[in-house]
């Protein structure tokens, strides 16, 4: 029988290599064999594969994952989650009975630890999904994730929009500049409307009735997308050309019937002809520091109305 080989024994640069070989699962399995090997993996984060982490709360379900998604791990913290969103394809492992750090881990703890072992041995990106479906006893969790100053690439959130949930909206809001790209999905009751203290890069909001003129105009996003909202068009064009969101690279406002929340809009009145002219449209902001391009789309009831600024050269 073959001696077992003497891997950690390796030089350290050699062992780095060996480690820079194994997939994303072959790492993260080897890391809970034992704290020595633990700590050598953790030494070479800086060399290790950048990932991007899916934190599925719903299942209870982490995906890690290679920034071209060719290899993927999943990792599941309750016994059970896995049947819900096992795929073949990828290898996956329940940590229901294993020790990290030599603690055991109970389930609400146990979904932050693993983050916190993940980021130990990668260079990670997540993408975080939120749903009223979650239940509320996930709410700590959420912030445990916030207070670990995560790298953030994207957040769904769709919460049932109901005065229980408006403390979790307001303290959410506060964590969002932290994360590249939001979206929401969430209907709100005209009086338990977010108050928004911080802003993603980017921005989706569908049921976007609640985005009001004011918290357009508060808004520092670069990119907004924006579906059915109560805006008047009119003024956020003014608004724009007279140096109002200064941020702005690309705003998106579609749903239905656009023309019926604005009477005209850059002194034309609306109509679909009209709407139609404004499309290629280029207008400049009153300092001439920035332009704009404006494009019109239409489907069935459907009407879309983007603008892309670009500075002058």
């Known amino acids: 029988m073959a001696s077992p080989f003497p891997l950690l024994r390796l030089p350290r640069l050699a062992l780095f290599d060996v480690f820079k070989s194994l997939s994303i699962g072959e790492k993260i399995k080897l890391s809970i064999c034992s704290k020595k090997i633990s700590n050598q993996i953790n030494n070479a984060r800086l060399y290790s594969q950048k990932v991007i982490v899916d934190l599925d709360m719903l299942n209870h379900g982490i995906r890690v994952c290679s920034e071209n998604n060719e290899d993927k791990f999943d990792i599941f913290t309750k016994p059970g989650s896995a049947k819900s969103r096992h795929n073949s394809s990828t290898k996956h492992l329940s940590i229901s009975c294993c020790r ?60 049932d929009g109901s005065k229980d949930e408006n403390l979790l909206w307001n303290q959410m809001f506060s964590k969002f500049g932290m994360v590249e790209d939001v979206y929401i999905s969430t209907i709100f009751d005209s009086d338990s409307s977010p108050v928004c ?32 909202p109560s805006l008047d068009l009119e003024v956020m064009f003014m608004k724009w050309k007279a140096g109002g969101f200064p941020n702005l690279k690309y705003l998106k ?47 069935l009831n459907f009407h879309r109305i983007e603008m892309s600024v670009t500075p002058f050269e």
């Open 100 to 159: 990290l750090r030599g603690t055991a881990i109970l389930t609400k703890i146990r979904f932050v630890s693993v983050i916190q072992h993940l980021l130990k041995m990668f260079q990670c990106k997540f993408s975080i999904r939120i749903s009223c479906d979650c239940g509320s006893s996930y709410h700590p969790t959420i912030f445990e994730l916030f207070d670990l100053q995560l790298e953030v690439k994207t957040l769904i959130v769709n919460l």
């Open 197 to 228: 203290t911080s802003w993603p890069q980017k921005i989706v909001i569908l049921n976007s009735e609640w985005f009001t003129l004011d918290t357009l105009l508060a808004c520092t996003c670069t990119s907004i997308t924006l579906e059915g």
């Open 253 to 299: 406002i579609h749903g239905e019937n656009i023309e019926s929340i604005a009477t005209t809009i850059l002194g034309m009145k609306l109509s679909e002809m009209n709407l139609l002219e404004l499309d290629g449209m280029v207008i400049q902001t009153d300092d001439g520091s920035k332009k704009a391009t404006i494009r019109i789309g239409f489907c």
